[in-house]
């Protein structure tokens, strides 16, 4: 689930915070903590196979996913674009197709010469 890379950083991270005092999120008792000598780092990792620290790892979009997913949108747009356009032309043609029925009606009633 994690790199052995965001695993040492979490660990970091949260052996910072324990040395700063912070709280300690596993029971833990007495013995063991003589035992490893009040090890913030040993802790650390304790808690972190616990799966109890408030830690999350915010990973980037690869680049190329992030292009794949604008180049959908891109094509889309697109496409609308394109509907839109032919919406347009279809009215356009029909208020054509009526204006020359008009002027059929009229030159068959003998109005336009």
Known sequence: MYTKYEIARIIAARALQLSMNAPI?????????????YDVIRIAEMEFKEGVLPITVKRPIPLKRHMEKFKRLMVEMEEKEEED?????????????????????????????
């Open 25 to 37: 999120l596993i029971k833990i008792p007495k013995e063991d903590l003589d035992k490893i000598n």
């Open 85 to 113: 356009i032919s919406k347009e032309t279809i009215e356009e043609m029909m208020e054509n197709v009526e204006m020359e029925e008009e002027i059929e009606e009229k030159e068959e009633e003998g109005e336009v010469e």
